[in-house]
Structure formats: C-alpha cells, structure tokens
C-alpha cells in the first residue's frame, strides 16, 4: 500500500500546529519503539532493555504468538529492513515450536528458546495460533515474499485443524475455554466474541494462503466456512427481538432473558447464560473486518461515544467492568491486582486498541473526528512512567496513568497502522487487519 507524505497540514487543517507536530513526533517514536523490540528471534512482547521482570514478569522476555502476529499485521507496510527480518523470523520461531497435535505456542522464551503451550494456570491460548496464520498470510500477501507459508504449510495446516477441533459441537463456532485467550486472567468462556471474529477472520486469511498453494476447491471451502461463521456471529451475538428469518425460531433475546435489541456484539454466549457487557476490542475488529455492516457499526459507535470509552485515553477494552459482586467476577481477578474495575482486561485502556478505535471511526468515514482521536491517542503514548513516549501495554480506566510494561510492541505498532490508515481512503483499504 503505497503511502502519500504523512499529517500533510493541508489535509490536517482541523489541528493545530502543535497538534501535527505531535504526530509527526509520535509517529517516529512509535518505529523506534518498535526497533527496541527487534530480537534475533523475532518480536519480544516489551523492550527487554527497558524493563525489570520479577516472578511471572518472565513471561514478558519471550516472542509470544498474538503480540507477534498483531506487530507483524501492523507494521507489514513500513519499509524497514531490520523490522522486515523480524516479521518474518518471529513466523520461524513459533512455527518450529509446535507441538504434535498442531498447537502453536502461546510464546518462546527468548533467554531459553523453550516453548510455553498455555498461559496462567497452564490454560491453552486459542488465539495466538489464529494469529500467527493471519500474520502469515498478511506477511506473504503484501510482501510477495511465500517462503515462510510454502515451508511451514504443513504446520499451517495442522495448526488450522487444531483449531478446527474446537468446534465441538460442529455449530461453526470455537468453544473457547476460560481465560484461554488474550485476556488471560478473565472470566469469559465458551462462545467468546474476541475468539469467534478473529476465527471468522482467520478462515479466510487462510483460504488465501491454500488458493497460493494450488489447491482452490479447499480454498473456496473455507471461504464458506468463514461465511457461515459470520452469520452466526451475527445470530448469536446481536440480539434481536425480530425473528431470525433464517431459522424461523426464535431469536437470541426470546431465549437469553428478553435481553432487547442490542447496539453492538455482546462479549460472550453460552447455553447457560451470556454477558451482556460490550467488548469493545472484538466489536472493533468485527467492523474492521466487515463482518457488521455500516449500519451496525455507527450504532456500536454511538453507544461507546455516549459512555465515553475513549476517555481518559482511547480506549477502555470493556464498559462497564465488572464489580466485586458481580455474577461474573472471579476471585482470581485479584491476582497480582490486576483485573480490579478499570484494570487490564476489566476495563483498562489499552493503546493497542486505541488505534483500532481511530481506525473504525476512520472507516465510518469520520475522518476529521478520527484524526483528532488519533491525537489523544499521541498524548496518551507520549506519557510514560520514567519516560516520554512509553507506548505502555495498557493504563488505568480512570485516570489514564500508565501501568502497564513500557515499550510495548503492539502498542507502538497499532499507533502505526493508524497513521498509515488515515491517509488512505477507507474504501480503498484492501485489508482492515
């Protein structure tokens, strides 16, 4: 994707001096943060030269899965040699540590190279194999460069019927265990919308990596799967109290408590109960990636906007959190403090999201709205705990402090993706990884 010259002042008009000055700025911090995390193995999650790591802090020094395949997706279009490599190689290192059943590892420990197959608790990562085959084809895709996707096609392969066999039941979706995602300390299980969108995007990165192989006839198969995929997405995850035309029955609301109608994707479902809570991250990609239509995406923003979820800083991943004493709150919650109301996963702000969030208001066509979030977006990455421009993992819902490792890769590399995306017509993006 070719990039015209970046926060040209005559296309910014609606911002200060100051202000596009900022992004210029934060733009060049965002690579340079990115570069701290170049190691010879691939992405590390943080800069490994600038932070201290105690007890399960190890973790951080490690190439982990869905850090490195969202970092891939989202630098893919600068033209740097250094980081170029280390897409590339992060691809090699978690491929080559796949266990036999298919899995892909949650991480590779940099100091060991040994592989880590599940996250706290010992509890599998669903996601971070969906991750790396997105990557994948995203990387080849646009660089042209197959070698990765032709070597390893037999582990992409196994790696898509491991996840596959999570489909338990054979409805279309994967039944995800809890905390068995990226919100590794939460308590949403089953049919989890995160899992369910990056799924429905998965099938079809990889129908494009199986039509590159030759064989077309699998490739339109999972083409159709991700369709169908999509629609129950839909069915199950907006409630409605219209009939579903499709099956005659009864709608989602009729049989989950009279929920109503719904203004965006709730967060989770299963046959004994949902949560009715917005998860903003999985509602984001789900329009990004045009599973909801135009329609429903400019109700989802009218909610979030009217609730303020892009405030203290762009944006909180959850609204509302949840409350101690709250049907869904868990005691592990309290585990090294981090998912108290407006932490980490349970209503934190994480600026990795946060650059999705300008994005989807990009795509609504908003574009003057979407460059002065972009901007909040800045002021929230240039703020740091012993340093400017910090790109954070993530900061209090609250007041907007910033609490989480410092130069975070897919912090720095979303903050990137933006700026390249608000230069483009959103019509003309091919993809909205």
Not at 159 to 182: K, Q
Not at 282 to 287: E, I, R
Not at 366 to 379: F, I, S
């Amino acid at each position: 994707m070719a990039q015209k010259i970046l926060f040209n002042p005559d296309e910014y008009k609606e911002l200060s001096t100051d202000e596009q000055a900022l992004l210029h700025q934060g733009y060049q911090r965002a690579i340079e943060a990115i570069h701290r995390n170049v190691t010879p193995a691939g992405f590390s999650a943080c800069s490994l030269a600038d932070n201290k790591t105690f007890g399960t802090d190890v973790n951080y020094r490690s190439v982990w899965a869905r850090d490195g395949g969202k970092t891939i997706c989202w630098t893919i279009d600068l033209d740097d040699p250094a980081i170029r490599q280390c897409q590339k190689q992060t691809q090699i290192t978690l491929l080559r540590h796949q266990a036999p059943t298919g899995l892909i590892p949650a991480s590779v420990h940099l100091d060991t190279g040994e592989p880590e197959y599940g996250g706290v608790g010992g509890i599998t990562s669903i996601d971070g194999g969906m991750w790396v085959i997105i990557a994948a084809w995203r990387f080849a895709e646009v660089t042209g460069d197959w070698a990765v996707v032709e070597e390893y096609a037999g582990q992409l392969q196994k790696a898509m019927d491991w996840l596959a066999a999570h489909d338990s039941n054979n409805c279309g979706l994967l039944e995800i265990p809890e905390a068995g995602d990226w919100a590794d300390l939460f308590g949403w299980s089953y049919h989890v919308l995160y899992d369910e969108v990056l799924w429905f995007l998965c099938l079809n990165c990889y129908a494009g990596i199986v039509q590159h192989l030759g064989r077309r006839d699998q490739a339109n198969d999972y083409r159709k799967q991700a369709a169908h995929v999509g629609r129950v997405i839909l069915r199950k995850f907006w409630p409605s109290t219209a009939m579903d035309s499709a099956t005659g029955g009864p709608s989602f609301s009729d049989v989950q408590y009279g929920l109503g109608d719904a203004r965006y994707l709730v967060a989770q479902v299963s046959p004994f109960d949902y949560n009715w809570r917005c998860d903003v991250y999985g509602n984001l990609l789900a329009y990004l990636n045009n599973l909801v239509d135009n329609e429903r995406a400019m109700m989802t923003f009218r909610f979030l906007w009217g609730v303020g979820i892009n405030d203290p800083g762009p944006v909180e991943n959850l609204y509302p959190p949840v409350q101690p004493g709250d049907r869904e709150w868990r005691d592990y919650f309290t585990v090294n403090l981090l998912n108290l109301p407006h932490h980490y996963h349970n209503g934190g702000v994480w600026p990795f999201i946060g650059g999705l969030w300008v994005r989807y208001v990009h795509k609504l066509g908003m574009q003057d709205l979407a460059r002065r979030e972009l901007v909040k977006l800045a002021v929230l990455c240039s703020s740091g705990i012993s340093h400017e421009w910090e790109f954070n993992e993530w900061h209090h819902g609250v007041t907007g402090r910033p609490m989480g490792k410092s130069f975070q890769a897919w912090s720095a590399a979303s903050f990137v993706k933006a700026c390249h995306d608000l230069h483009v017509d959103p019509e003309s993006i091919d993809n909205h990884i």
